[in-house]
Antibody, heavy 117, light 112 residues
């Protein structure tokens, strides 16, 4: 069974940092690009970041560029989102997902990040 | 970044009747390898998105054949041939041809 399990969310003050993790199982993790997608309360889906299978190419939404860093550890079937300089408008449920361009639709259940003083 | 524009924002539908959602991109989504990376997702409140269609028209496993995707270049459509109660929720298109990927704003489908 395919599983993506996010962790690391929580309540953080503005300007603080959090590191999200997404642990994958049930598929060949190292063969696929992976994504982070977020959804602010009552809002639509927003692409945050992606990383290629080898971890050598990354992409970021303009809204997080320079503050967030995506990485992966293929030996542990896990990828990460380091979030620095957090702002109130980063408050959202963060989903991890497999690259949706190809066969196989895999999403995590999401982890809530709340940025508030 | 590529802008994805969905219409309508809200779509009241009658059970058993067809429904159609449009998605337009600000750039052609045809990739140099000949693929077009346009996906459609369905999301119910409190749930993760579920992909219905990828590469414009390929249905995901388990997706009823009531759902179909079509289009090319910058204009794409998701059609539901006969709406069922389980189809309510928000539908999103997403392009993965030009990175960063981008989503449409969503179309809320509800039963009349």
């Amino acid at each position: 069974e395919v599983q993506l399990l996010e962790s690391g969310g929580g309540l953080i003050q503005p300007g603080g940092s959090l590191r999200l993790s997404c642990a994958a199982s049930g598929f060949t993790f190292s063969s696929h690009a992976m994504l982070w997608v977020r959804q602010a309360p009552g809002e639509g889906l927003e692409f945050v970041s992606s990383i290629n299978p080898g971890g050598t190419e990354t992409s970021y939404a303009e809204s997080v560029k320079g503050r967030f860093t995506i990485s992966r550890d293929n030996s542990r079937d896990t990828f990460f989102l380091q979030m620095n300089s957090l702002r109130a408008d980063d408050t959202a449920v963060y989903f991890c997902a497999k690259d949706p361009n190809w066969q196989g639709d895999y999403w995590g259940r999401g982890t809530l990040v709340t940025v508030s003083s | 970044d590529v802008v994805m524009t969905q219409s309508p924002l809200s779509l009241p539908v009658t059970l058993g009747q067809p429904a159609s959602i449009s998605c337009r991109s600000s750039l052609s989504l045809l990739f140099r390898d000949g693929n077009t990376f346009l996906s459609w997702f369905h999301q119910r409140p409190g749930q993760s998105p579920r992909r219905l269609i990828y590469q414009v028209s390929i249905r995901d496993s388990g997706v009823p054949d009531r759902f179909s995707g079509s289009g090319s270049g910058t204009d794409f459509t998701l059609k539901i041939s006969r709406v069922e109660a389980d189809d309510v929720g928000v539908y999103y298109c997403m392009q993965g041809t030009h990175w960063p990927a981008t989503f449409g704003g969503g179309t809320k489908v509800e039963i009349k």
